[in-house]
């Protein structure tokens, strides 16, 4: 099935009159927003799991969000990146408190 506008052979995401491969969403706000927490998740699984596992679970996270979006009708939001985000910083504070006073240095707030 082809739609209007498109060429036969061409893929629906990839825009034939940019010149060049790149993916494009309307908001380019969202797409580096997107690509950067999907990047830190990808390196975050690639360096537990490796490239293989790293790029399933980055996939199934995308259709995931795209499934949603599709499901719910609601275009997309990032309070749940957010809210990771914020967690992730947490633990990693955390993390960063409890090294610091196992090696015997006491921090300002721990």
Do not use: W
Not at 49 to 65: Q, V, Y
Not at 81 to 108: C, P
């Amino acid at each position: 099935m082809v739609a209007l506008g498109m060429q036969k052979n061409s893929h629906p995401l990839k825009s034939s009159r940019s010149g060049k491969n790149d993916i494009h969403l309307s908001n380019g706000d969202i797409q580096s927003e997107m690509t950067r927490i999907l990047g830190r998740f990808y390196r975050r699984i690639r360096s537990r799991f490796g490239p293989a596992s790293a790029i399933k679970a980055t996939a199934h996270k995308l259709a995931k969000i795209v499934c949603d979006m599709l499901t719910t009708k609601k275009s997309y939001t990032e309070a749940h990146f957010v809210a990771t985000a914020e967690q992730f910083n947490q633990e990693r504070i955390n993390r960063l408190h409890k090294e610091a006073a196992g090696l015997g240095y006491k921090t300002a707030s721990a």
